[in-house]
């Protein structure tokens, strides 16, 4: 009986992963045991979720935070509910994992990780290395043998603690400057550029079968820093490095639309790489109008139309899903409002929009036609 349900379900995937030209081998591995139920009033019907409608192949994701995880039964339950796919939005930070010298801190990056498997949720860690988020006992006035030391052991132990856990893993993170230079930092000024391809190699190392993504902003239109990403990603490649994937971040502004997203997708899925959303948000000039969130929904739905548009493109992860956490009130003078929830949890229209493009695709057979 096990064995085929099995069967049946492993034929309904290869239909479904024929429908939108996806093949097996971008699928997500470290699934869980499927979808969770939606909340269910009273024998109501339960509404359909971005989850359910989503073509096989390709995740929906979120990064999840684990203050919302511990304190809101509310944002749990939209979190298990509309995505199949997480990213800690902090937790799998080197500052959060390791505070004091050796001395790990999993607990909060553990919880995500138990709520994802609970939930059918894949994991996308994010990030192995960053200029940011380093902890303060890691001195750049070190010899670059210590600092080279630290760095290798801290992917080593991070990427093998959820080896078989984890999906993909940001690798790098934005390692490009804004004119495609590599960023200045530690690692650079200590290890030389060769530690991009260092990090891959520790972290395939660690767990072979994990994807292994770089991931950036402003690289989601075809823009200089782009160009540059391509090139890194196809030396990397060239080289032999073990690059699976380019994350292309996408925090949006309401007014202004990245040039050609599908062409660009494109032309990195050319590389032989997968390509993902990893941080999509949209975020508008306060105060938030109907207007302007009608904008902002444009813009959502370009954007999953051109993931689903190339079938190289596995997940599509919104940076937060509520107005209640996100990130961009904090950084962004003025603007605001840039998830999919708004503060109170009710979805915006920017949720509509990606419902209704989901449902669209579905009724055509995952074909989208024409441009972005
Ligand atoms: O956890 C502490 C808390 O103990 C303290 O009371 C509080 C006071 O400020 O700070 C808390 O830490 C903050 C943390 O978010 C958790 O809320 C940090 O100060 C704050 O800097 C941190 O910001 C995060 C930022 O990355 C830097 O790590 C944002 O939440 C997170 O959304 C943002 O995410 C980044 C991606 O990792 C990379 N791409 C860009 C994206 C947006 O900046």
């Known amino acids: 009986m096990l064995v085929s349900v099995a069967l049946v379900a492993t034929a309904l995937v290869a239909v479904g992963l024929a429908l939108v030209g996806r093949s097996t081998e ?86 995500l990780v138990e709520f994802a498997q609970q939930h059918g949720q894949a994991v996308y860690g994010h990030t192995l290395v960053w200029h940011s988020d380093v902890p303060k006992w890691v001195s750049p006035d070190w010899p670059a043998e210590r600092v080279r030391a630290v760095l290798q052991e801290h992917v080593t132990t991070v990427v093998s603690r959820y080896r078989g856990r984890v999906w993909a893993w940001d690798v790098v993170n934005e390692v490009l400057d804004e004119d495609g230079r590599l960023r200045d930092t530690i690692w650079l000024r200590k290890l ?25 902003y402003g690289v989601e239109g075809r823009t200089r820093k782009a160009d540059a990403l391509l090139r890194l990603v196809r030396d990397l490649r060239r080289a032999g490095v073990p690059v699976d994937g380019v994350g292309f971040q996408s925090h949006l502004r309401w007014d202004q639309s990245p040039r050609d997203l599908v062409g660009n997708l494109r032309r990195f899925a050319q590389l032989g790489v997968s390509v993902a959303i990893t941080e999509l948000d949209v975020r508008v000039a306060l105060p938030a109008s109907p207007q302007k969130l009608e904008q902002q929904a ?36 003025g603007y605001g409002a840039a998830c999919l929830f708004d503060s109170g949890l009710a979805p915006k229209p920017a949720h509509n929009a990606l419902m209704d493009e989901l449902r669209r695709q579905a009724s055509r057979g995952g074909v989208v036609p024409g441009p972005d």
């Open 26 to 111: 971008t699928l997500p591995v470290a699934d869980g045991a499927g979808p969770a139920p939606a909340p269910s009033a009273g024998g109501t019907p339960e509404r359909q979720t971005l989850r359910d409608l989503m073509p096989p192949g390709v995740r929906i994701g979120t990064a999840a935070d684990g203050r919302g995880l511990s304190l809101d039964p509310a944002y749990r339950a939209l979190l298990g509910t509309e995505f199949n796919a997480m990213t800690a939005e902090n937790a799998m930070k080197w500052r959060s994992l390791e505070p004091l010298p050796g001395v790990h801190a999993w607990a909060g990056a553990d919880q």
């Open 298 to 333: 444009v813009l959502y739905r370009r954007v999953l139309r051109a993931c689903l548009a190339v079938p190289a493109c596995v997940s599509f992860t919104v940076w937060g899903f509520t107005d209640a956490r996100s990130w961009i009130p904090g950084y962004h003078r």
């Open 192 to 216: 030389g550029p060769g530690y991009v391809a260092d990090a891959f190699r520790w972290a395939h190392a660690a767990d072979p079968a994990a994807r292994l993504f770089i991931n950036d």
